[in-house]
């Protein structure tokens, strides 16, 4: 199975893209903010949800992959490399918002909630871009069975989301007057997840494929 320094370094890739601006931060940051932390909650859980299938269909078509063009690996290696490139440029790019702000929205029952929470994630680009571009720079099919391996890297992202997007949803009112109190450290925290990103782009599309 995946060693485990590489899956160390997915989870922390996991949590640095968990922190970059997105819908799904933003969603349950202002859903809790608005409508108070069970909103934030149950919103959470309809984006696991979506989590969940955005896993399985990347885990299927990603072992259909390794097994039909070997050399797909590449491709996918240089298109996980230009989407963190993207998203260090969204981060830092004038006018950009950072995902600890949040926005207005109207109070809705937990069934919808619960729907808004998961279609957000369904329809999210950027899970699923992550889940196509990122999961093969960590799996080797010497290793084992690709889709066991992108189902563990699936579990893992989704924990660490699952636990960041928690706490986000538990304190938001704080942390988001913090932030509006202390507009340096928003500003701050975009530039910082930029250069991160950037530098991990560069490593991943440096770094030669490992022998099947």
């Known amino acids: 199975m995946i060693p485990l320094n590489d899956l160390l370094l997915f989870a922390g890739t996991a949590l640095l893209l968990v922190l970059t601006p997105g819908p799904n931060m933003i969603y349950i940051l202002s859903r809790s903010i608005c409508q ?38 590449e491709l996918l290696k240089y298109a996980g490399a230009l989407y963190l490139l993207w998203l260090a440029w969204q981060a830092v790019k004038p006018g950009a918002r950072s995902p600890f702000e949040a926005k207005e929205l109207p109070p809705d029952a937990p069934r919808k909630l619960l729907l808004m929470g998961f279609l957000t994630n369904l329809l999210n680009p950027k899970v699923a871009i992550f889940y196509l571009s990122i999961f093969p720079q960590f799996v080797v099919p010497a290793h084992g069975s690709v889709f066991l391996q992108s189902v563990t890297l699936g579990v893992t992202q989704i924990s660490v989301s699952f636990v960041v997007n928690l706490l986000i949803a538990l304190s938001a009112a704080g942390i988001a007057s913090w932030f509006a109190r202390n507009p340096f450290w928003l500003a701050a925290q975009r530039r910082v997840m930029g250069f991160v990103l950037a530098a991990l782009a560069i490593r991943l599309a440096l770094e030669q494929r490992r022998a099947a």
């Open 36 to 73: 108070g932390r069970g909103a934030g909650v149950i919103s959470l859980f309809g984006v696991v949800a979506g989590f969940v299938v955005h896993m399985l269909a990347a885990a299927i078509g990603l072992s259909a992959i390794f097994m039909a063009v070997p050399f797909a690996y």
